[in-house]
C-alpha cells in the first residue's frame, strides 16, 4: 500500500497562490494515476484533477479548470498542485489520492489517501 502524505496548505488571502505537494513512500509513484481532492465542511470530496501515470494526460473539473495545473515528477515520487487566483470558496481539507486504474479522472478508481493538508483563503 502506497503512503502519501500532502504538505504546502495554509492560509492565504483570496487572490493568492499555493502549491500543494504529495510525497509517496512505500511504492514507486509511477506506478499510479494520481489525483487531488478537496472537502469542504458540510460537503462530499470531490476530485479536482488527475493525471496519469507518466504525466501525460490530465484531468480537470470544472472546479479547477483555468486556476489549478497538476504536475508530477515521478524521480521524487512526488505530484504537485498549483493553485492561483484562490478564492474564498476554495478553503478546505486538499488530499491527494492514487489510483491503478489506466481511466483517468475517475473518482470512484483512487483507493489510497494521504492526511491532507487543509487551505484557508480569507477574503
Known amino acids: 500500500q502506497v503512503q502519501l502524505v500532502e504538505s504546502g496548505g495554509g492560509l492565504v488571502q483570496a487572490g493568492g497562490s499555493l502549491r500543494l505537494s504529495c510525497t509517496a513512500s512505500?511504492?514507486?509513484?509511477?506506478?499510479?494515476?494520481m489525483g487531488w481532492f478537496r472537502q469542504a465542511p458540510g460537503k462530499e470530496r470531490e476530485l479536482l484533477a488527475a493525471?496519469?501515470?507518466?504525466?501525460?494526460?490530465?484531468y480537470y473539473t470544472d472546479s479547477a479548470k483555468g486556476r489549478f495545473a497538476i504536475s508530477r515528477d515521478n524521480a521524487k515520487n512526488t505530484v504537485y498542485l498549483q493553485m492561483n487566483s484562490l478564492k474564498p470558496e476554495d478553503t478546505a481539507a486538499y488530499s491527494c489520492?492514487?489510483?491503478?486504474?489506466?481511466?483517468?479522472?475517475?473518482?470512484?478508481?483512487?483507493?489510497?489517501w494521504g492526511q491532507g493538508t487543509q487551505v484557508t483563503v480569507s477574503s
Open positions: 493525471i496519469s501515470r507518466t504525466g501525460g494526460i490530465t
Open positions: 512505500g511504492h514507486t509513484l509511477s506506478t499510479y494515476q
Open positions: 489520492a492514487a489510483s491503478t486504474s489506466s481511466i483517468v479522472g475517475r473518482s470512484a478508481d483512487f483507493h489510497s
